[in-house]
């Protein structure tokens, strides 16, 4: 069974960078696309992007200036880095396989995610 | 303002059935795209609920079921039980956005 963990400074400075790092296990990063998901306090999910285990990626037009993912196969991991962070960035973030069913491309839903970690943008 | 509409909530007594809605636009729900449903327990990760045309992933009750009609889509759930107090939230793919998209989410209180 597939799981993902997140992992990264729970405290980012504002103007930084928010790098964090997914770790999949029980199954092979190949074949799949990956996601980044973030929920602000109190508030609803935010798709932020996806990247293929080759390294295509697809972002949320109104992060795209700011993100950017990649993949390490050799270390079934892939991560998120969002330049110039505001407080408007702090959030709860999810990482998530990217799921397909071939009939409905491009439509997708996300299954398994991880359990999340806080990120908090505070001098 | 999310891409999809939810009622910020809904209630329902114990045993009863509850339907939340989640509607959308010419570019997501009502261009045929699926609606997918997510349940999140209070204090932990999203977790997939339904997906595709009232599918349930291994695990998820048949008291949870999803439907569609035109631009919108419906979460069912019956034997209502006190552990289903959860936020829930749909998603879908926008054409335009070339993105996926949620709903604001509706809060689910069991009376």
């Known amino acids: 069974q597939v799981q993902l963990q997140e992992s990264g400074p729970g405290l980012v400075r504002p103007s930084e960078t928010l790098s964090l790092t997914c770790t999949v296990s029980?199954?092979?990063?190949?074949?799949?696309?990956w996601s980044w998901i973030r929920q602000a306090p109190g508030k609803g999910l935010e798709w932020i992007g996806s990247v293929s285990d080759s390294g295509t990626t697809n972002y949320n037009r109104s992060l795209r200036s700011r993100v950017t993912m990649s993949v390490d196969t050799s270390k079934n991991q892939f991560s998120l880095n969002l330049i110039s962070v505001t407080a408007a960035d702090t959030a709860v973030y999810y990482c998530a396989r990217r799921r397909v069913d071939p009939a409905t491309i491009p439509g997708n839903w996300f299954d398994p995610w991880g359990q999340g970690t806080l990120v908090t943008v505070s001098s | 303002q999310s891409v999809l509409r939810q009622p910020p909530s809904v209630s329902g007594a114990p045993g009863q059935r509850v339907t939340i809605s989640c509607t959308g636009g010419?570019?997501?729900?009502?261009?045929?795209?699926?609606v997918h449903w997510y349940q999140q327990l209070p204090g932990t990760a999203p977790k997939l609920l339904i997906y595709g045309r009232n599918n349930r992933p291994s695990g998820v009750p048949d008291r949870f079921s999803g439907s569609k009609s035109g631009a919108s889509g419906f979460l069912a759930i019956t034997g209502l039980q006190a552990e289903d107090e959860a936020d829930y939230y749909c998603?879908?793919?926008?054409?335009?956005?070339?993105?996926?998209?949620f709903g604001g989410g509706t809060k689910l209180i069991v009376l």
């Open positions: 029980g199954g092979p990063i190949s074949s799949h696309y």
């Open positions: 010419d570019s997501n729900t009502g261009a045929g795209y699926d």
């Open positions: 998603q879908s793919y926008d054409s335009s956005l070339s993105a996926s998209v």
